[in-house]
């Protein structure tokens, strides 16, 4: 009984711990980060979404993967799909540098 009590905490706080895709918001959509995510569409779009996609932006790649685990669902149904298939967001973190970006609007 102990170690299923055991078992099931580390769980939980292992979920707990997971990454995930943030909402939308205005200010989410003014960083940095969802600014760099944001500007290369016609380079997702000419890569369709493949283990290419990851060169559109700069940074190593678990940066990559945080920006695009974070910025997702402003960009949009695509991206969204192709950041849960390839699991970004299943572990680590995905906090960037949330520096503001004033001149950049996007609509999805």
């Given at each position: ?16 711990g997971?990454?995930?895709m ?14 760099e995510?944001?500007?290369p569409?016609?380079?997702?779009n000419?890569f ?9 932006i ?7 993967k945080?920006?695009f ?14 950041v ?16 503001k970006?004033?001149?950049a609007?996007?609509?999805?």
């Amino acid at each position: 009984m102990k170690l299923s009590i055991r078992f099931m905490a580390i769980w939980v706080v292992a979920a707990l711990g997971q990454a995930q895709m943030l909402e939308c918001t205005e200010e989410l959509l003014q960083t940095e980060d969802c600014y760099e995510v944001a500007q290369p569409i016609a380079c997702y779009n000419q890569f369709r979404w493949n283990t290419q996609t990851l060169t559109c932006i700069n940074g190593s790649d678990a940066e990559k993967k945080a920006k695009f685990c974070k910025c997702a669902k402003c960009i949009g149904t695509p991206m969204v799909n192709w950041v849960t298939q390839n699991n970004y967001c299943g572990g680590g973190t995905a906090k960037g540098k949330g520096g503001k970006r004033r001149s950049a609007k996007f609509v999805n």
